[in-house]
């Protein structure tokens, strides 16, 4: 009798041992991917031919569309200024803290990222879950 409660004990610690370092292994495979501020920056350790034609389309697709997104909420002037930035080298983020947003543009702005970022992350993580299986 106490020889099956010990081998269920230990069966249920394998269980939990496994079931532990399993949980850890897809957060180490983001973090490779990602920062820890849930920023991600076009200059990822991924250059643009490690993805398919149809990944860099899709990449493009979502930064035209935070782009369209982002100058839909600036005025006219707000937007001239905004060009001129990036035509001198500025990221997008350095141009945008550039401007002198009001509080809810600002929000909207954030939210923009926040979302593109999320598109971004699908796309980084369906080519990782690509490149694993080949």
Not at 36 to 48: A, C, F, V, Y
Not at 53 to 59: D, G, S
Not at 67 to 93: F, M
Request: charged fraction near 20%; proline fraction near 1%.
């Amino acid at each position: 009798m106490i020889s099956k409660l010990t081998q269920r004990l230990l069966t249920l610690a394998l269980v939990f041992v496994f079931a532990f370092f399993l949980w850890e292994i897809p957060w180490a495979c983001a973090n490779h991917y990602f920062t820890n501020s849930g920023e991600i920056r076009d200059s990822i350790e991924l250059s643009e031919n490690d993805f398919t034609p149809q990944e860099n389309q899709a990449l493009q697709a979502i930064r035209q569309r935070r782009n369209k997104e982002i100058a839909g909420i600036l005025n006219l002037s707000q937007r001239q200024l905004l060009v001129n930035k990036l035509h001198n080298g500025n990221n997008i983020d350095q141009a945008l803290d550039s401007l002198n947003l009001s509080s809810e543009q600002q929000e909207l702005v954030n939210s923009i990222n926040v979302f593109t970022n999320l598109k971004l992350k699908g796309i980084f993580s369906r080519h990782a879950l690509l490149d694993s299986h080949k």
